[in-house]
């Protein structure tokens, strides 16, 4: 009897659990970048983490010997490079102006809409327990959203969630690109072109913008580099093993970490709503990480015969 592909063999729980780990090294990073951000502005928090990024990725990925990929992978790497220059502008410039929370909430906006994004541009069946998981996970990011607008933040904090819900859009699609790039190339080509990319991208108005940043702030830039490499390295695994739309819901763990460090590193109150909120997200996403076992054939056999 023929055995299926390895990738056939990871159970989506194993998947989701990776993913999960990936989203958790990415919200350390967030709040990393969150400092950066508030010390020498979003543009310059970017360049050096992705120039240190480039570095490490470019390290590995000569030090394993990948090969150069294909025209048409190169095209997927490309745009996902690019894509993802206004998408952490944007996200970063607001995460400066908001609660991490809050932020994190709002960007759960990505998860709901890369369903439909899957199904359009993957080929992928919306299964109703993941389309409920989903549903279940964004009503919670409703109810957060509802007990964090009794804050008065002002107008600052206005501006920037309208950046992170811009970002979210963009992200939808990210996230279908994740799990196209992840079935054609492997997680260190993946987080070499991703970072090489965007690095280039943001290097481009360096001449205008960019500024040296001190040497206190060197630990900072690094740690965030290798948090990214981290993450990346980890969805893209976990991409090339899962649908999007099972692993999608995986983002919503994000709020869990976005609160607790919130709370530690910038003293970010966590209200009852957004508790309650919270409870609702991991609902979901356990839901979403289970995944009917497909009917034994011999089973099956012995019912028709």
Same mark, same amino acid.
């Given at each position: 009897m &023929?055995?299926?592909?390895? #990738?056939? &063999?990871?159970?989506?729980?194993?998947?989701?659990?990776?993913? /999960?780990?990936?989203?958790a090294?990415?919200?350390?990073?967030?709040?990393?970048?969150?400092? =950066?951000?508030?010390?020498?502005?979003?543009y310059?928090?970017?360049?050096?983490?992705?120039? @240190?990024?480039?570095?490490?990725?470019?390290?590995?990925f *000569?030090?394993?010997?990948s090969?150069?990929?294909?025209?048409?992978?190169?095209?997927?790497?490309?745009? #996902?490079?690019l894509i993802?220059?206004?998408? /952490? =502008?944007?996200?970063?410039?607001?995460?400066?102006?908001?609660?991490?929370?809050?932020?994190?909430?709002?960007?759960?906006?990505?998860?709901? =809409?890369?369903?439909?994004? @899957?199904?359009?541009?993957?080929?992928?069946?919306?299964?109703?327990? @993941?389309?409920?998981?989903? *549903? *279940?996970?964004?009503?919670?990011?409703?109810?957060?959203?509802?007990?964090? /607008?009794?804050?008065?933040?002002g107008p600052?904090? &206005?501006?920037?969630?309208?950046?992170?819900?811009?970002?979210?859009?963009?992200?939808?699609y990210?996230?279908? *690109?994740?799990?196209?790039?992840?079935?054609?190339?492997?997680?260190?080509?993946?987080?070499?072109?991703?970072?090489?990319?965007?690095?280039?991208?943001? /290097?481009?108005?360096a001449?205008?913008?960019?500024?040296?940043?001190?040497?206190?702030?060197?630990?900072a830039?690094i740690? @965030?580099?290798?948090?990214?490499?981290?993450?990346?390295?980890?969805?893209?695994?976990?991409?090339? #093993?899962?649908?999007?739309?099972?692993?999608?819901?995986?983002?919503?763990?994000?709020?869990?970490?976005?609160?607790?460090l919130?709370?530690?590193?910038?003293?970010?109150?966590?209200r009852?709503?957004?508790?309650?909120?919270?409870?609702?997200?991991?609902?979901?996403?356990?839901?979403?990480?289970?995944?009917?076992?497909?009917?034994?054939?011999?089973v099956?056999?012995?019912?028709?015969?």
């Open positions: &023929l055995q299926p592909p390895d #990738r056939q &063999l990871t159970s989506t729980t194993v998947a989701f659990s990776v993913a /999960a780990l990936g989203i090294l990415f919200s350390g990073m967030d709040a990393l970048m969150k400092v =950066l951000s508030l010390q020498i502005g979003t310059n928090a970017l360049l050096w983490r992705t120039l @240190a990024s480039a570095v490490l990725a470019g390290s590995l *000569l030090a394993t010997r090969r150069w990929p294909a025209r048409p992978v190169l095209r997927v790497h490309l745009t #996902r490079g993802s220059l206004p998408m /952490a =502008l944007l996200f970063f410039w607001g995460l400066a102006r908001v609660p991490m929370a809050q932020a994190i909430a709002l960007s759960f906006v990505a998860s709901l =809409l890369s369903l439909y994004l @899957a199904a359009v541009l993957l080929g992928e069946r919306i299964e109703r327990r @993941a389309l409920g998981a989903s *549903l *279940l996970g964004f009503g919670g990011v409703l109810l957060i959203f509802a007990g964090q /607008a009794e804050a008065n933040l600052e904090a &206005l501006a920037g969630s309208l950046a992170i819900l811009c970002s979210a859009g963009i992200y939808a990210n996230i279908i *690109l994740m799990r196209r790039q992840a079935l054609l190339a492997g997680p260190v080509e993946v987080a070499f072109f991703v970072s090489t990319i965007m690095a280039a991208g943001f /290097a481009v108005a001449p205008v913008l960019a500024e040296l940043p001190a040497l206190k702030q060197v630990p830039i740690g @965030a580099a290798v948090l990214a490499f981290g993450s990346l390295m980890l969805l893209s695994w976990a991409y090339a #093993r899962a649908e999007a739309q099972h692993l999608a819901p995986v983002e919503y763990t994000s709020f869990i970490w976005a609160a607790i919130g709370l530690l590193i910038f003293d970010e109150q966590v009852p709503f957004t508790v309650a909120g919270a409870v609702l997200i991991v609902i979901g996403c356990i839901i979403a990480a289970r995944r009917r076992a497909p009917p034994d054939p011999d099956d056999a012995g019912v028709h015969a």
